[in-house]
C-alpha cells in the first residue's frame, strides 16, 4: 500500500511536463511579426484587413483576408475603432487567449499545485519513515524469526540480553516483583560484529515485532521530519502492544552536543533526540517495548541518552576471540557443501576478523567453489577467499597485523597479568585477552581491584609495576631495541601515579609533606627536581619489575604462548598457568 501511495507522486510530475512541454510548442506557431503602423493604413486603404483585435495593450492584432496574421502599435484613438467599423472590419475588444493555450496551462498550475500539497503532507507526517523502517514481525511469522542460536560467540552479551527477552515473555513475573524492565539498551563495539543481529535475535527469541531505524536516517532531512518518523515509530510499535525497537547509529542523532558545531543540522537532531528522549519517557516500564540503540562509539553519547530510565544498560560488543570465530565459522559453513576444512585453523589465521567479515570470507569461498563447478569448498577456495579478503582492506587494518606482532601484544599483556599476580593478588585478574578494543588499545589486562578507601605507598609502587609489566616483558622477550609503542598508554598511568605520590599524597623526598599544588605561584620552580624524582622512582620500580619477569620467564612464556593460541584467557586459566 505504501508503496502505491509513494508513485502517486509521478502522476503530477508527468502532466506538468507535458503540458509545458504543450505550452512551449504552441507559444512557438503563434509568434506575431510586428509590422509598421503605415503598413496597416495600406492594408486598410486596399481593403486587405478582415479582423482587428484592440484592448487596452500597446499592440493590437491584425489578421488579413489572406490569413496573415502580425501587431502593430496601437494608437489608443476613440475614431479608429470606429473607421474599421465603417470599412466593414470586425474589430474584437478582447484577446481571448485560445484555448490550445489555457487547457495546458491550467493543467500545469494544477500538477504544480497538487505536489507542494503531496510533498508538504508528506513532510508533515513524517511518512517516508514508513518506507525506510524496516519492520518484522516476529510474533506471525515464526518461522522467520531469528534467534541465539543464529549469533555464535558473544556470550556475555547474550547472556545480559536473555534478561530483557524474559522480562517481554513473562511481564507478570517481574511485575510481581515490582522490577522494572529496562527501557533501553545500547550495543556497542566494532562494526560487523552481530548488533543488529542480537536485536533481532531478542525480538524473535520473545516473538515480539521487530522494529528498525537507522540514526544516519535522520542526518539529512528537513527540520521536524526526524522528530515525525520517531513518533510515528513509537506509535506503531505501540499499536502492538509488545515490540523491540532497534535504532542503529544512534551517534548520528545523539552524539554529544557539544561535539556538533555545525550549524543547522544540530536543530534537527536536538529535536529528533528530544523527541526520542520524550517518547521513551512516555511509555510504562512494564508496557512491553524496549528499545535497542547500536553504536560504535559509545563515548561520543550525549549523556541525556544515557540517564537511568532511557538507555541505562550497555553492552559492549567485542571482536570474536578464537573460540567465537570458530563458532561463527561453522555457523555460517552450516548450509554450504564443504569437505576437510580444518575450521580450528581458520579460526586461528582470523585474528581481528570480525562477524561480518569472517561471514563474507566463507561467502567468498562458496563463490569460488561454484565458479569452479567443485562439489565441496574446500581449503584451496577458504585460502584464494582469504587473500582476497585481505588485499581488499587496507593495511592499517588489524586483520593485516602479523603474526610477529600477535606474539608481541602476548608478551606484552602477560607481562601485566603476571606482576599483577605476583605482587597484587588481592586484585583478580579476571582476564587477559590480546583481542584489542574499541577504545584503541592492542590488547588489555582486565583486573578488579580490591574495593578501599586508601591505598598505602607499596600498593602504589606495585600498581606501578604492574604498568611497566608490559614493556618490561617487551624487553626481556625481544631486547631493548625492540620494544614497541605500545605502553603509551601505560606510561601515562605509571607516571601520573608517582607524581601524584611526590607532589600530592607526601610520600617522595623533593617536597615532603608539601603539597605542591597548595603551594602555589612557586608551583613552577619545583618542576624540574619533582620531575627528576619521578624519574628515578619510575626507572627503579621498572628495574625491579624486570627482575621480576626474568625470575619467572617460565610462567611468562606459559602466559603469552597460551594467550597467542586462544587470544583470551580467564581467571582459572590464568592461575594454572602462573604456577
Ligand atoms: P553490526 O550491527 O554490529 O554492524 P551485524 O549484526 O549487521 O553487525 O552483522 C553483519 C553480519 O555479520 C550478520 O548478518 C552476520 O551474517 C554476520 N555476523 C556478525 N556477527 C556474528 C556472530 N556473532 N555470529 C554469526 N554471524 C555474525
Ligand atoms: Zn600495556
Request: hydrophobic share 40%; with cysteine.
Amino acid at each position: 500500500m505504501n508503496k502505491i501511495k509513494k508513485h502517486y507522486i509521478i502522476i503530477p510530475i508527468i502532466t506538468a511536463i507535458l503540458s509545458l512541454i504543450v505550452i512551449v510548442m504552441t507559444s512557438f506557431n503563434t509568434t506575431i511579426v510586428d509590422k509598421s503602423y503605415s503598413l496597416f493604413t495600406e492594408d486598410l486603404n486596399s481593403n486587405n484587413i478582415s479582423t482587428v483585435i484592440i484592448d487596452t495593450s500597446s499592440k493590437m492584432i491584425i489578421s488579413l483576408n489572406n490569413g496573415d496574421t502580425y501587431s502593430t502599435d496601437n494608437p489608443h484613438t476613440d475614431t479608429l475603432k470606429e473607421k474599421l467599423l465603417l470599412n466593414g472590419i470586425e474589430v474584437k475588444d478582447q484577446v481571448r487567449a485560445p484555448l490550445s493555450k489555457t487547457i495546458p496551462a491550467g493543467i500545469l498550475g494544477l500538477s504544480l499545485l497538487a505536489l507542494m500539497v503531496m510533498l508538504v503532507s508528506k513532510a508533515k507526517s513524517g511518512g517516508s519513515s514508513i518506507t525506510s523502517m524496516d519492520m518484522e514481525d516476529f510474533s506471525k511469522n515464526k518461522k522467520a524469526a531469528l534467534n541465539f542460536h543464529a549469533v555464535a560467540g558473544n556470550e556475555e552479551a547474550k547472556e545480559s540480553l536473555m534478561d530483557i527477552v524474559d522480562f517481554l515473555k513473562n511481564p507478570e513475573k517481574y511485575q510481581k516483583y515490582g522490577a522494572r524492565m529496562p527501557k533501553g539498551v545500547i550495543l556497542y563495539g566494532d562494526p560487523g560484529t552481530g548488533k543488529t543481529l542480537l536485536a533481532k535475535a531478542v525480538a524473535g527469541e520473545a516473538g515480539v515485532p521487530f522494529y528498525a531505524l537507522s540514526g544516519s536516517d535522520f542526518v539529512q532531512v528537513y527540520v521536524g521530519v526526524g522528530a515525525a518518523r520517531v513518533r510515528n515509530l513509537f506509535k506503531k510499535a505501540k499499536s502492538h502492544g509488545q515490540a523491540v525497537i532497534f535504532i542503529d547509529e544512534i551517534d548520528a542523532i545523539g552524539k554529544a552536543r557539544s561535539n556538533n558545531k555545525n550549524g543547522s543540522s544540530n536543530d534537527e537532531k536536538d529535536q529528533t533526540l528530544n523527541a526520542l528522549l520524550t517518547e521513551m519517557s512516555g511509555f510504562e516500564q512494564n508496557e512491553g517495548i524496549v528499545v535497542i540503540a547500536a553504536t560504535n562509539r559509545l563515548d561520543m553519547l550525549d549523556t541525556a541518552l544515557l540517564r537511568p530510565g532511557r538507555f541505562d544498560r550497555h553492552i559492549e560488543i567485542e571482536l570474536p576471540d578464537v573460540n567465537a570465530r570458530e563458532k561463527i565459522i561453522s555457523l555460517h559453513l552450516e548450509n554450504k557443501p564443504h569437505e576437510n576444512l580444518d575450521i580450528r585453523d581458520i579460526a586461528r589465521k582470523t585474528i581481528y576478523f570480525s562477524g561480518a567479515k569472517l561471514e563474507s570470507l566463507i561467502n567468498e569461498s562458496a563463490i569460488l567453489a561454484a565458479k569452479d563447478n567443485s562439489d565441496f569448498i574446500t581449503s584451496e577456495h577458504i585460502e584464494s577467499a582469504y587473500s582476497i579478503t585481505l588485499a581488499g582492506h587496507e593495511k592499517k587494518e588489524r586483520s593485516y597485523l602479523k603474526e610477529e606482532d600477535k606474539l608481541l601484544t602476548s608478551y606484552h599483556e602477560a607481562g601485566h597479568g603476571l606482576i599483577s599476580m605476583l605482587l597484587l593478588p588481592q586484585d583478580k585478574v579476571s582476564k587477559i585477552t590480546i583481542i584489542p578494543t574499541t577504545k584503541g588499545a592492542g590488547g588489555y589486562t582486565l583486573t578488579i581491584p580490591e574495593d578501599s578507601r586508601y591505598h598505602r605507598l607499596d600498593y602504589l609502587k606495585n600498581k606501578i609495576k604492574v604498568s611497566l609489566g608490559g614493556r618490561a616483558a617487551e624487553e626481556i622477550i625481544f631486547g631493548k631495541d625492540k620494544v614497541s609503542t605500545g605502553a603509551v598508554g601505560d606510561l601515562s598511568q605509571s607516571t601520573d601515579i608517582a607524581l601524584k605520590m611526590i607532589t600530592e599524597y607526601g610520600m617522595g623526598e623533593t617536597l615532603g609533606l608539601i603539597k605542591l599544588s597548595s603551594v602555589g605561584s612557586l608551583y613552577s620552580s619545583y618542576g624540574n627536581p619533582v620531575i627528576d624524582e619521578c624519574k628515578t622512582l619510575v626507572n627503579t620500580l621498572y628495574e625491579e619489575t624486570v627482575e621480576l619477569l626474568q625470575e619467572n620467564k617460565n610462567s611468562l612464556d606459559n602466559i603469552a604462548l597460551e594467550l597467542l593460541d586462544k587470544e583470551t584467557l580467564y581467571e582459572d586459566q590464568l592461575n594454572k598457568l602462573a604456577i
